[in-house]
């Protein structure tokens, strides 16, 4: 099983690898860093352009081999380069991945969870006035882009305060700039400010993992060890947690990797519609001002966030199928 | 022997036609609900998307200077927009444009997932690690990253080669599933009879491993038309889609967006139709999917 988990892993890093790789030369041959000095009020001279350029790696003269060797002996250090503004692009990931990594984090958990366990219950449930509810709110949240969810989430938080007369709900960054209310009420701030975005990323989340282990668990629930696990005396409660749903949860783990690049997608859209300067909201930027290795850098670390998924679900996948362990 | 003896038994009742598989799937369809919903609120959606210009008074570029960001009236149905320019005419070039990317991107996913993974999993062996292991790549690329990264390039080559690039990136998942089934079809007696009668290896996965998946080339393409057009709104949204002078839904709701409360119809009547396709084209996947695989019966 370890075996299992380390070959995994080192194809893992191979992929990672490639994937940064691949964007660093994409970004590099299509972005175009030399107009963005360009464009710049009073407009530099050219000199001072080339100059510029050659400090950043930019300059599109330098052949794209020799700009994508400079780059990879750095990353080889751990060192990204700098950003189009001169900044380092290190202290730019400590600074946003943890934003990010947050935001991800708390809405996988909340939606994936509250995903597999109102399906698995609607499935228990079939046809009753819970999956009748669940399964509506699930089809009809699967047809919203994720988008379009943030953007209607912000509009009625808007109109709520509007109405309200207070700010009951805030739709803009991450925390209030300025405030001073000692340990919790920052942590309360930061609270009133987090529950939007994560709602917005948890919601479609939720929506595609419910309707998914509803069906799964549906499948699982005819089977006969399910019956055989009853019929020896274990609750029905016993039988449809330990035996059914840890069953019906394998299929739903595979389905988790697949998804999880959507996920890390909508997580992007979040950030920039809520105002939140993580990596998502980062890139969408660094595309717009031309900046090829803050492009590479987020996908390097959306690669990883990627990778760490399917190797969580490797591990998830061992924990429960005896089969993967024994082989 | 007893076999031959059944043949001519049963040959009589053979002589009148069988359904053929299109037929017994067009049939299947109509008695699923579900399905039906859907199909004519598309058809719906489609007649409206066309003829909906035809009829309103206002033409695509004009602008009504008398009526900026002016409510739905007779005179402008949804309303106009910052310009002036009619929503209702602007709305309906918008889903037609979705409606064409939804349909053209599954239809070219579809076929890329099919034929990467029945070679994958037909040769097996190194051709199937090969194109396995592209498939993990393309897995990890972030598809809406290298579209924005890609998007100097597309600004100027117009709405196809930005669809052909969104299917580039969505054909891993079906591969893999398409994959899986083809190893298990190969091994298939109609599958073993055709090779050994000769029939070249391409002909034999053209004509033999893909049409008896066909059930499940349709039903992902159904659910590949959602999926596109829901890509091509989030990409529209962050300005890396379809470039005006074209418009999608996508990019109405980006510019909606920013005004949806104080000018409510610019953002309302894009988003609710959008909503509306998707939801079915969900409608006709998921009846598809219980229509067509029979493991799924159960649930409906």
Redesign the interface.
């Known amino acids: 099983m370890a075996k299992f988990l380390i070959r995994r892993l080192l194809s893992y890093l191979v992929?990672?690898f490639?994937?940064s790789s691949?964007?660093y030369l994409?970004?590099a041959s299509?972005?175009?860093p030399r107009g963005h000095f360009e464009q710049m009020q009073p407009p530099p001279s050219d000199q001072a352009i080339e100059k510029e350029l050659n400090k950043l790696n930019l300059n599109d003269e330098t052949p794209l081999a020799e700009r994508y060797a400079t780059w990879a002996t750095g990353v080889a250090t751990a060192d990204f380069g700098r950003t189009i503004k001169d900044q380092s692009v290190n202290e730019n990931i400590a600074r946003k991945a943890g934003v990010s990594l947050r935001l991800i984090v708390a809405g996988t958990l909340i939606g994936a969870t509250l995903g597999v366990a109102m399906g698995a219950y609607a499935a228990v449930r079939q046809y009753g006035r819970f999956d009748r509810v669940t399964t509506v709110a699930a089809?009809?949240l699967?047809?919203?882009?994720?988008?379009?969810v943030a953007?209607?989430l912000q509009?009625s938080a808007?109109?709520l305060n509007d109405v309200s007369g207070m700010r009951l709900l805030e739709y803009g960054g991450e925390y209030s700039p300025n405030l001073q209310a000692g340990f919790w009420g920052t942590l309360a701030d930061r609270v009133q400010h987090a529950i939007l975005p994560t709602l917005a990323l948890s919601l479609s989340l939720f929506a595609a993992f419910s309707r998914y282990q509803r069906?799964m668990m549906?499948?699982v629930l005819?089977s006969d060890f399910v019956r055989t696990a009853m019929a020896k005396g274990l609750t029905r409660r016993a039988a449809m947690i330990k035996h059914a749903l840890r069953t019906a949860l394998i299929p739903t783990i595979t389905y988790f990797t697949?998804t999880f690049?959507i996920l890390?997608?909508n997580a992007?859209?979040t950030e920039?519609i809520f105002g939140w300067h993580g990596m998502g909201a980062w890139?969408?930027d660094s595309?717009a001002t031309q900046d090829v290795n803050a492009?590479a850098a987020?996908?390097f670390f959306?690669?990883v966030c990627?990778?760490a998924a399917s190797f969580l679900s490797d591990v998830l996948y061992a924990w429960l199928d005896p089969r993967v362990r024994v082989s | 022997m007893s076999l031959s003896v059944e043949r001519e038994a049963t040959a009589p009742e053979a002589a009148t036609p069988i359904s053929g598989r299109w037929s017994s799937l067009v049939k299947e369809l109509l008695a699923t609900r579900r399905v039906m919903i859907g199909l004519v609120i598309i058809l719906g959606l489609i007649a409206m998307a066309w003829i909906g210009p035809l009829l309103s008074p206002w033409e695509f570029d004009e602008r009504d200077f008398g009526a900026f960001r002016s409510p739905p009236s007779a005179d402008h149905w949804f309303g106009t927009g910052s310009t002036g320019r009619d929503m209702f005419h602007l709305t309906m070039v918008g889903l037609q444009k979705s409606i064409l990317i939804g349909l053209c991107a599954a239809l070219f996913t579809t076929v890329i997932a099919a034929l990467v993974g029945a070679f994958a999993g037909y040769f097996l062996g190194l051709a199937d690690r090969g194109l396995m292991w592209v498939t993990d790549l393309f897995l990890v690329l972030p598809q809406f990253l290298i579209l924005a990264i890609l998007y100097p390039l597309l600004r100027d080559s117009g709405w196809l080669v930005f669809v052909v690039l969104l299917a580039c990136l969505m054909w891993m998942v079906t591969a893999k599933m398409v994959r899986g089934m083809t190893i298990s079809l190969k091994e298939r007696e109609y599958v073993l009879a055709a090779r050994y009668m000769g029939v070249s290896h391409a002909r034999i996965i053209l004509r033999h491993i893909l049409p008896n998946m066909s059930s499940l080339l349709i039903v992902d393409a159904t659910i590949n038309v959602s999926s596109a057009i829901i890509l091509e709104t989030a990409l529209s949204y962050f300005g890396f889609g379809i470039q005006p002078p074209d418009v999608t839904l996508g990019s109405l709701i980006a510019e909606g967006a920013r005004q949806a409360l104080a000018f409510p119809w610019t953002f309302w009547f894009c988003t609710g139709l959008l909503i509306v396709l998707v939801l079915a084209v969900n409608l006709v996947g998921d009846g598809l999917r219980d229509a067509l695989d029979p493991h799924s019966k159960s649930r409906t």
């Open positions: 992929l990672i490639l994937a691949i964007a994409i970004a299509t972005l175009d089809f009809f699967l047809a919203v882009p994720a988008v379009v953007v209607i509009v808007v109109w069906n549906l499948d005819g697949f690049g890390i997608a992007t859209f920039k890139v969408v595309i492009v987020v996908t959306m690669a990627v990778m």
